[in-house]
């Protein structure tokens, strides 16, 4: 017996579960050609209980805009007939089609009929449908034993009489089109939500608008992107909610507007212990008036951007504000974004005149705030941001780490040090260091 037979017949004598979980950890191609390793594996990869599969330009090694629709469409008619002859239920289905912004709409029935086929095979827990910049029409059928539902890039529409997921705990729609209606719905009959909801939509209808309440028993992760199209959003009930992730996806939006709808959702995960804000938060707070005994009474890690280029003083009230409204902050990470150079001395001065001085009535800077991290991009200037940095070295009393990461010229960064060397510091244990992100090494200054 050769050697590759012995190990063929090794492996025969592996238990079934254990096999199965071997294939579930190649690529299915690889799983198919198991086959040939003997007779007890020839037909094994029909059992299998997951399929992932992925089109992309880069295995298709197809450059620029040459994008063959043919090609497309027989991929998918293979991934039809592997879906169609695995003879067990299937937990887990994944596909991933990756092209180029167009797509024909007459292969929409054959990405549904890859949908239909896998609820049909029963007992589909995950479902993944990843297909990116395509406006693809998915019907998306009520099912009871889905717990992950993952879309991305497609228009869902549900059918009539949509009665929902009972057991679906992650929720992902990434750039999805759907209808105010639907969404709603999709959202209010998925009632046992509790890991992880992502919410980055767009009207099917560009003269619709969305908008959502939230209403989430359970729910531990909220994550919401912002879009021209959203009219309102709010979480009515979300007792659990641990993290939010608020973003912002557009440009063209009435700031006003933007604020109103900005505000009302923070207030509204006013109790999460932490929270991500990709927006400039303090330019739209500073349109709103804010109410100065706000609190978030359970927040512990505050991540948001600033940008220095629009910093005024009413941006300045709103920074204050915001720190004031987080008593129990521990770990703070703020994002500085400066393009223009032409204002640099006029935001220093004024950033000088604001923030350095010692500050009163910070609980957070009294008594919890540990750690701070200030990351610099775009074209920074020093000058901009030691005013910042400054400010938590004096108001800081307990704070043992601030970080700031840059990427400038080695000039600039001899100057910040320089400055960095000559501040005073209020916590006896505080630890001052920069990280430079182009050359990959770190400074201790303090």
């Not at 990869?45 to 992309?56: E, I, S």
């Not at 330009?57 to 805009?65: A, F, T």
């Not at 939500?193 to 009207?203: A, I």
């Not at 001899?414 to 090494?441: C, G, H, W």
Request: aromatic content about 10%.
């Amino acid at each position: 017996m050769t050697e590759s037979m012995a190990e063929a017949d090794r492996l025969s004598f592996l238990p079934l579960e254990i096999k199965l979980s071997i294939l579930s950890r190649v690529e299915v191609r690889d799983a198919v050609r198991t086959s040939a390793l003997a007779q007890s594996w020839r037909h094994l990869w029909t059992l299998l209980p997951c399929l992932r599969v992925a089109y992309t330009r880069d295995k298709l090694g197809v450059p620029g805009y040459d994008y063959d629709m043919t090609t497309s469409a027989t991929w998918m008619e293979r991934v039809h007939h592997l879906l169609s002859s695995l003879r067990g239920p299937i937990f887990d289905f994944q596909l991933i089609h990756y092209c180029l912004p167009y797509f024909v709409e007459d292969q929409s029935p054959l990405f549904q009929s890859l949908l239909d086929l896998g609820f049909l095979k029963g007992g589909l827990e995950t479902l993944d449908f990843a297909i990116e910049w395509v406006d693809v029409v998915i019907h998306l059928p009520s099912f009871s034993s889905l717990k992950v539902l993952q879309l991305s890039g497609c228009h869902v529409v549900l059918p009539v009489g949509f009665r929902g997921f009972r057991r679906l705990t992650t929720l992902d729609l990434h750039f999805v089109k759907i209808s105010n209606d639907d969404l709603n719905l999709l959202i209010h009959t998925s009632n046992n939500l509790t890991t992880w909801v992502r919410l980055d939509c767009v009207p099917s209808d560009d003269s619709d608008s969305l908008s959502v309440h939230l209403n989430f028993p359970l729910l531990r992760h909220l994550d919401f992107s912002i879009n021209e199209f959203i009219e309102e959003v709010s979480v009515i009930s979300a007792p659990c909610l641990e993290q939010a992730n608020i973003s912002l996806s557009c440009t063209n939006y009435n700031p006003e507007k933007l604020a109103r709808i900005i505000f009302r959702l923070l207030t509204s995960v006013a109790t999460v212990s932490s929270l991500d804000l990709y927006v400039d938060v303090l330019e739209y707070l500073s349109i709103v008036a804010l109410p100065f005994n706000f609190t978030f009474p359970r927040l512990r890690c505050l991540k948001f951007l600033l940008n220095f280029d629009t910093m005024d003083h009413k941006m300045y009230d709103a920074f204050i504000w915001l720190i004031r409204s987080m008593p129990y902050l521990e770990e703070l990470e703020i994002e500085l974004r400066n393009g223009d150079s032409s204002q640099t001395n006029s935001i220093a001065t004024l950033m000088r005149e604001l923030l350095v001085n010692k500050h009163d009535g910070f609980a957070c800077l009294d008594q919890t705030l540990r750690s701070v991290t200030i990351s610099m991009v775009g074209k920074f200037d020093v000058v901009a941001s030691i005013p910042m940095i400054q400010f938590f070295l004096l108001n800081a009393n307990v704070l043992k780490l601030l970080k700031i990461e840059y990427s400038m010229i080695y000039e600039n960064a001899l100057s910040m040090i320089e400055e960095l060397q000559k501040a005073d510091v209020t916590s006896p244990n505080a630890k001052v260091v920069i990280f430079d992100r182009i050359y990959l090494f770190t400074i201790n200054v303090k």
